[in-house]
């Protein structure tokens, strides 16, 4: 949507979790790879714990600019940060974008930091998960 309100200014950046990165490798090797679940169950991320599709790859293809991986301490330390200070009760996988904001792995607009967008999703998370995570942020 933010592509169609402004094409050319837009830039549009995948994050994932490090330890369930197939599609930034799959768009890294230009191929589908996959990862099985055993690799990709080390994540606290599960809503991201899933095999990419084709269609997926085909769109993430096309309407990425750049795809980054952020670690599970940087996810922890979102879902805190969120919890503290905007009071927004996040799953590790709705935290992903705030995760690589919050750790540098993705630059704001020069000089118009206000112009960056994180989408923050998903409030179904452990409640004791939730509360370890909160002490980290």
Known sequence: MARAVSPRRTRVVGVEPELAAD???SLREG???TWEPE???????DGVRVCLS?????H???LLDEIVTVTEDEIAHAVGALAHGSRLVAEPSG??????LLSGRIDTVPGRPEATVAVVSGGNVDPALFTRLVGTG
């Open 60 to 62: 993430l293809s096309s």
């Open 95 to 100: 935290a992903l974008a705030a995760a690589a």
């Open 39 to 45: 690799r990709t169950d080390r994540t606290m991320a």
């Open 31 to 33: 191929r589908m790879v």
């Open 54 to 58: 084709e269609l997926t790859f085909a």
């Open 23 to 25: 599609a930034a490798q």
